[in-house]
């Protein structure tokens, strides 16, 4: 099991919204994310996973280009 944190940020930092917050099964995931409330812009996620144990973190913070 692994615990997930993803987060959907501005250019400012600041945290739009919070996408999940879940304990999943290792594999493969998929969250659908809907922006029609947002303007066109650059935008960032991040995605963090820690493992039950502790022992082990993954942290990535990507970009994302919006354009409506």
Do not use: P, W
């Amino acid at each position: 099991m692994i615990l997930f944190f993803r987060g959907f940020y501005n250019i400012l930092g600041q945290e739009i919204k919070q996408l999940a917050n879940t304990t999943e099964s290792a594999g493969y995931h998929e969250i659908t994310f809907n922006a029609n409330n947002l303007a066109s812009g650059i935008y960032f996620y991040r995605i963090t996973a820690i493992s039950t144990d502790g022992k082990r973190e993954f942290n990535e913070v990507k970009r994302l280009v919006l354009l409506k």
